[in-house]
């Protein structure tokens, strides 16, 4: 390992190693390579870590929570004296292991998931704490459930889920689990190791409704100013052809993977209009009764750190299991939506590529997660406590197999790109 | 998708397609891939499978002498462009008109003796070489060794090989570290497969792309370089037999160490080549000079905006003679191409811009940004006015070089765009009077003069200029089809009728989505206005001097970006066939109303006040196209009038030259047109043409004779496009290109060359001795082309209000006296593109928003592959695909099927590596 890392650091070269930066890998506890990849993508989210850190800064001694585990990994990470080596992240995993049943032992575990609980939890832990700590008198209402919900976080494992989507239900941004746990009903509650993604919808979203978010506790915290968006979904009734609008909010977005496409690709048919009929009927307001519709999702605030979700574990009936869809899916550097809604805040938002979680293997129980990073124009592969400079033409390994011959693939799994416009 | 899970599914996989010219079939006996078919093998990372094709000269019979067949060099290698711009030639015809009319000497390449080759594989020895192929092993250096087997066959008393291959076409692809040559032999036959007439096999490195030496190809093979993932550069020249002359550029890696992205010969010359790498850096090489065995060090010679001009700082000449650098983060140069004309060069990165340049005078002509990701591919246009690009946003990019904007966008590709191509046999059009074909006025005579030399048996004159192969000439004679006419068919296409039908260039696309798209480009999408939203955005950042071409002072008729590209197109070309285009897309009146136009314009020529008068009436028109290019004519006319009447004493001077040549180069040109046969040009037009030409040509005589230059009506045009609409590339350019002829007076042939086309524009070839002033008129020239574009756009404008025209003509005056300090502050203003930020070039012409640009939807899109498709090239009977897993398919065009596809059977379909049909 060291010998490693010192060669990472003569491969960059001593004076084009940007300063104040350091490349640490992420000691793995036994199968815990889902979280460090995640991690490793997130530290690398400059404003994701710049709030993490201050934080740190801001919290000295804070109340044990996932949140200042965390803070303390990336502070811990950010103050090293070398600029290169490895870290255990003990105390994280301890208390993830211990915030929620699911991580609790040494399977592998849906790095996606992984991600989608820990950017709630913590959002959620921000509205506790300041809720607990704020004197506005912003304790009713929707405060309250935050407030408890937050409180009970050592060892209440197992109804955290639970609380926080009891807390959707009141007020939407404490949370957003809401829509994931009814599209995807066994995520959060399987004890296998994947999340299960139904195969129809061509895009499920984390999302919330956003009606419910003039409640009380309606300031958004930083992890909705870094992460959350708002999707649009225009519905028109084949009826009466009343258009009805609803707005949700999401943290990431999911996106079905056909072969030999681009991201692009698959987040325009995300935006296709679909028509509801048959057992999906639309309830429409107008008509007072289910009606055939048209529905289409689009994107109506741009978040600063768009995460995508490519849905390559697919159920298959025959198999009756999931399998790993392994399609090249190329994903540019630089991305733009075309799915914005007519009213977007910001449509011509200019995304860079920051960050990929990369699933290797050939299925969704077993195989690894590493993640490449972008910092100061070098590209970077953590694979757990191993760090190596890449080119960016590697980056074409991770887009996926045109065929299915090679039961292996290193594939692009979780994309996080950045608004060009707030690059700290 | 569950079938894509499974490879062996072929099903839906497309074998052929309809379109309104008929149906395209996939010919799979004249399909090209490795000789040895072997399973399924992993290509995904290696190089993209590039092809490179090349048709060489006929020898005129088998006991062709030598002397003879080296002696078709340039002038029939110019008929033959590089790779994917192919032209056709009826091989046996071709032969009689190329083989007698060559006088150009051979090159060194092909001339040279392989004495000083080290390599004896060129089996002399007959029974050796019995089996027809011949091995050699060799070691290029840098850690890369070679691997060749050159499929020849018996060698003859002479030396000769009797079963090698003459003539015909050749194709070249690279597979992983694999290169083949194959002679193409079309739809007519089926492949060889097992005979390549070349295979090598390298170690240590990739071949990443190749390009034939068309100016240099001989009967028996074109010189090809090779470029490799690890950024050296092979030149492999075919010798008489089966020998071969092999060099080697940046072979120890002191140019460039990354990856050789792309190579290009220059269109006019056997021996210089560009070759782009990885790093984003773009070299000039000549290969007939060595690398020094030093790493070059560079010195500035031009600095533009955003790129800089490196040349070796270096006693004696060497390689690379030129380095370009981009300032662009990750502006590694995807590929490059030069317009047909051979004097733009478009260059496509993954930066994602699009970088235009006037190569000689290595001027920036204008960018476009992609809306997001990087550029991959590029295509002119037949005739040069667009160009077309795609990328990592999926998207067909169609970009105007007139109006310097985007102009349409195509989506249906669901991944990157891989490669774009112009198919220029079936680009259709209307009444062509066959005067517009090059996108520079400084071609136009040029090439004029070289039409007019084609027809008279001389074909050597003009010093090779690619694009305009005359072999297409009679091709299309013969091809009565209107849709199927190219619009290289010169002045032969006088023939089609004259039907107003909308031009439309035909446009293909593959994709790493396995599909083959192809698109219509009408005149109707490509004259779409700006939207309001786009004009908003402009005026906030209308300085940028790229997007001159769009620019709208006041924005209000949206269909005036149209008449100002026609404008534009009607000084650059010199012709009036684009009025007769427009005419043609538009009304029916559109013809009577250029006529009424065109007499507007003589009238223009006499006052100054009867022409803004005049002007004012050509909106109420529905046809605002025409109105605008009558303005324009009529600014260029009142300008012209302006110099001669108002400042006859200083009409001698060299800016007033310039300015001349705007009507100058319209009467040339028209007046070639006649010469040429051209089509139905009304009459008044060519009354209108007649008087101009008088006007102008008598004063450009008075120019040549005098020496001095001062301000003139030139400098007034600078000026008067400001004052319309803040343009100010015009005059910039005007400085810049001016300084350059200056210091670079010695250093460049290229300003020389630039200068003589300027000359031979102009036709005042008595003026061609004044070496000093030459270079600068030359630059001056070239800055004409902005002037141009940008003065005939504001005369556009003025067409819209009285009270514009009388100001705008009233500061034509004012401007004579100010020349300097306009010129001056021009150059600050306009000395840079304004942004390459893509943030700020959103919503500018370089980068529309998505809602501001007309969208294209696929003619046809078809799945033909189940890898990612790497490469398409039209040719007059079929088009080429190839895809990733190293397979070029032949595609017949319709009617073009032959007994080949007939007898075509399921079981005669070779199952290539269970990814093809």
Not at chain 2, 256 to 261: A, F, L, Q, S
Not at chain 2, 446 to 463: K, L, V
Not at chain 2, 485 to 511: E, N, Q
Not at chain 2, 785 to 804: D, K, Q
Request: hydrophobic share 30%; charged share 20%.
């Amino acid at each position: 390992m060291g010998a490693n890392v010192s060669q990472l650091e003569r491969e960059i070269g001593s004076d084009l190693f940007p300063p104040n930066e350091h490349y640490f890998g992420l000691v793995n506890f036994g199968n815990t390579c889902y979280s460090n990849s995640v991690l490793q993508a997130l530290y690398f989210c400059k404003p994701f870590r710049e709030k993490v850190l201050e934080y740190k800064a801001k919290n000295k001694r804070p109340k044990e929570t996932l949140l200042s585990c965390l803070a303390d990994l990336f502070y811990s990470i950010a103050t090293q004296k070398k600029k290169v080596g490895s870290i255990a992240p003990k105390k994280f995993i301890t208390r993830l292991r211990k915030e929620k049943e699911e991580f609790d032992n040494y399977m592998q575990q849906d790095a996606h998931e992984f991600l989608n609980f820990l950017i709630n939890h913590i959002n959620e832990i921000i509205l506790a704490e300041r809720n607990t700590g704020s004197s506005t008198g912003k304790t009713a209402a929707g405060g309250a459930i935050p407030g408890p919900n937050g409180g009970q976080m050592p060892g209440n494992s197992s109804t955290t889920t639970k609380l926080s989507s009891n807390s959707n239900s009141s007020n939407s941004t404490t949370t957003s689990t809401s829509n994931s746990t009814a599209t995807n009903g066994n995520c959060s509650n399987s004890t296998g190791s994947l999340s299960v993604l139904d195969g129809n919808g061509s895009l499920t979203a984390t999302t919330t409704p956003i009606a419910q978010t003039n409640g009380a506790n309606t300031e958004p915290t930083w992890v909705h100013e870094i992460f959350q968006g708002i999707l649009t979904s225009e519905t028109r009734c084949l009826n009466c052809e009343t258009v009805s609008s609803k707005d949700e909010n999401f943290f990431d977005l999911q996106v079905d993977v056909d072969q030999n496409t681009s991201i692009t690709h698959c987040l325009r048919c995300f935006s296709n209009t679909e028509t509801l009929c048959s057992d999906n009927k639309f309830k429409c307001d107008n008509c007072c009764s289910y009606q055939e519709a048209q529905k289409r999702m689009r994107v109506k605030k741009l978040p600063m750190i768009l995460a995508l979700h490519l849905k390559r574990f697919k159920y298959m009936e025959q198999f009756n299991r999931h399998i790993k869809v392994s399609h090249r899916v190329v994903f540019p550097l630089e991305l733009r939506l075309f799915n914005t809604s007519d009213d977007a805040v910001n449509p011509d938002r200019l995304y860079d590529l920051t960050a990929v979680v990369i699933h290797c293997g050939s299925g969704p129980n077993r195989g690894h997660y590493i993640s490449i990073v972008k910092s100061h124009g070098l590209w970077l592969l953590f694979d757990d406590d191993m760090v190596d400079k890449i080119e960016a033409s590697t980056i074409e390994d991770f887009y996926g197999l045109t065929s299915d011959i090679h039961k292996s693939s290193e594939t692009g799994y979780i994309l996080f790109y950045q608004s060009r416009d707030c690059a700290a | 998708m569950a079938n894509q899970l499974d490879a062996n599914v072929k099903d839906d996989l497309k074998t052929q397609f309809v379109t309104r010219e008929g149906t395209y079939r996939l010919l799979t006996l004249s399909e090209y891939s490795r000789p040895n078919r072997v399973g399924y093998s992993n290509n995904q990372s290696s190089p993209q499978v590039r092809v490179s094709f090349v048709t060489l000269p006929n020898p005129s019979s088998k006991n062709n002498s030598e002397a003879n067949i080296t002696a078709t060099t340039a002038s029939t290698a110019t008929t033959t462009a590089t790779t994917t711009t192919t032209t056709t030639s009826d091989k046996r015809t071709q032969l009689h008109s190329n083989g007698a009319t060559t006088t150009t000497p051979a090159t060194p390449t092909t001339t040279a003796t392989t004495s000083g080759n080290t390599l004896n594989g060129s089996g002399a020895g007959g029974d050796s070489n019995y089996n027809g192929s011949s091995t050699v092993d060799a070691r290029l250096g840098g850690g890369i060794s070679m691997h060749s087997m050159t499929n020849g066959g018996v060698l003859d008393q002479n030396g000769m090989p009797t079963n090698q291959i003459y003539g015909g076409d050749r194709i070249c692809f690279n597979f992983g570290r694999d290169l083949y040559v194959y002679a193409f032999r079309g739809v007519k036959k089926g492949t060889e497969m097992s005979k390549p007439i070349d295979k090598k096999f390298y170690k240590g490195t990739n071949p990443s792309c190749h390009d034939f030496n068309a100016n240099a190809a001989t009967p028996t093979g074109a010189p090809l370089l090779v470029g490799f993932t690890t950024g050296q550069i092979q030149l492999v020249s075919p010798q008489q037999g089966l020998r071969e002359l092999r060099k080697l550029f940046n072979e120890e890696r002191l140019i460039d160490k990354t990856k050789v992205t792309c190579l290009k010969w220059l269109p006019n010359s056997p021996h210089l080549f560009l070759a782009s790498h990885a790093s984003g850096h773009l070299y000039l090489y000549n290969e007939e000079l060595p690398c020094a065995a030093t790493a070059p060090s560079y010195q500035p010679f031009k600095v533009g905006d955003g790129y800089t001009i490196l040349t070796c700082k270096s006693k004696s000449t060497r390689n690379p003679l030129y380095k370009w650098v981009f300032s662009t983060d990750n502006c590694c140069i995807n590929e490059l191409c030069f317009s047909p004309c051979g004097s733009n060069l478009a260059l496509v990165s993954q930066d994602g811009f699009l970088r235009v340049f006037h190569y000689d005078t290595m001027e920036l002509l204008g960018i476009a940004r992609s809306y997001f990701g990087g550029f991959l591919c590029v295509c002119w246009s037949p005739d040069g006015k667009y160009i077309v690009v795609g990328g990592e946003d999926d998207l067909v990019t169609v970009w105007s070089l007139h109006e310097r904007r985007v102009v349409a966008r195509g989506q249906g590709h669901r991944s990157w765009v891989s490669v774009v191509a112009f198919d220029p046999y079936t680009t259709s059009y209307t009444n062509w009077d066959g005067g517009d074909f090059s996108d520079d006025e400084n071609q136009l005579n040029e090439y004029t003069a070289s039409r007019e030399d084609r027809f008279s048996g001389d074909s050597t004159a003009n010093g090779g200029f690619e694009g305009f192969d005359k072999n297409s000439t009679p091709l299309h004679t013969n091809r009565a089809h209107p849709h199927s006419a190219s619009f290289r068919s010169d002045g032969s296409s006088a023939a089609l009728t004259p039907d107003k039908l909308a031009i439309s260039y035909r446009l293909g696309s593959v994709s790493q989505d396995t599909q083959i798209c192809l698109w219509d480009i009408t005149e109707d999408v490509l004259r779409h206005p700006l939207t309001l939203r786009q004009r908003v955005n402009s005026t906030q950042l209308n300085d940028s001097s790229f997007m001159n071409g769009c620019l709208d002072a006041d924005g209000i008729k949206v269909i005036r970006p149209v008449a100002m590209g026609q404008a534009s197109n009607f000084a650059d070309s010199g012709s009036c066939s684009p009025i007769r285009e427009t005419a043609g897309g538009s009304a029916a009146g559109a013809t009577e109303h250029s006529n009424s136009s065109s007499s507007k314009f003589s009238t223009a020529n006499c006052t100054i006040s009867s022409q803004s008068s005049n002007a004012n009436t050509p909106p109420d028109e529905c046809c605002d196209t025409e109105p605008a290019a009558a303005g324009a004519a009529a600014a260029i006319a009142a300008a012209n009038a302006t110099s001669t009447s108002t400042s006859k004493a200083n009409s001698r001077s060299h800016g007033n030259s310039n300015s001349i040549k705007f009507p100058n180069c319209i009467s040339a040109t028209k007046s070639d047109s006649i010469d040429s046969g051209g089509p139905r040009v009304s009459n008044s037009n060519y009354s209108t043409s007649g008087y101009n030409s008088k006007n102008s040509n008598s004063s450009t005589k008075t120019n040549s004779n005098a020496g001095g230059s001062s301000s003139s009506s030139f400098s007034a045009f600078n000026s008067l496009t400001q004052r319309l609409s803040n343009f100010s590339f015009l005059s910039n350019s005007d400085k810049r290109s001016a300084t350059i002829g200056f210091e670079g007076s010695g250093s460049t042939a290229t300003n020389h060359r630039q200068h003589r086309k300027a000359m031979s524009m102009l036709k005042s070839y008595n003026q061609h001795n004044h070496s000093n002033h030459n270079n600068n008129r030359s630059s001056n020239s070239s800055s004409t082309n902005f002037a141009h574009s940008t003065a005939l756009e504001s005369g556009a404008g003025t067409v819209i209000g009285s009270s514009a025209t009388a100001h705008s003509f009233g500061s034509l005056k004012l401007s004579k006296s100010s020349h300097n300090s306009s010129l001056t502050t021009a150059g600050q203003s306009s000395a840079s593109v304004s942004s390459y930020d893509p943030m700020k070039l959103i919503g500018t012409p370089a980068c529309p928003r998505f809602e501001e640009c007309p969208l294209l939807e696929p003619l046809v899109c078809k799945k033909i592959a189940h890898e990612r498709l790497t490469a398409l090239i039209f040719r007059e009977d079929c088009f080429l695909t190839a895809c990733q897993d190293g397979f070029i398919y032949t595609w017949a065009r319709p009617g073009q099927t032959t007994h080949v596809a007939q007898h075509l059977s399921p079981s005669q379909a070779a199952p290539p590596g269970g990814t093809v049909i």
